[in-house]
């Protein structure tokens, strides 16, 4: 359901032709690289500021 839903978002942003880019994002929220990044000592506030400036990146920058 969550890579259906993502993948309707990057539709949305006209970047439905790139397959492997919801994978690619939901991996980031894999527990296990949450766990690994807070053992790192990366406050949960940066983690998800991280993922939320990855977010916009993504979806506004033009496609190449």
């Known amino acids: 359901a969550w890579r259906a ?4 978002l990057l539709d949305d942003a006209g970047l439905g ?3 492997g880019l919801p994978d690619a994002l939901l991996a980031l929220l894999a527990p296990d690289v949450f766990a690994q990044q ?3 000592g ?3 506030k940066r983690i998800a500021d991280d993922l939320a400036l990855l977010a916009r990146r993504v979806l506004v920058e033009p496609a190449s």
């Open 5 to 8: 839903h993502v993948g309707a």
């Open 17 to 19: 032709d790139r397959p």
């Open 38 to 40: 807070r053992r790192s």
């Open 42 to 44: 990366v406050s949960a």
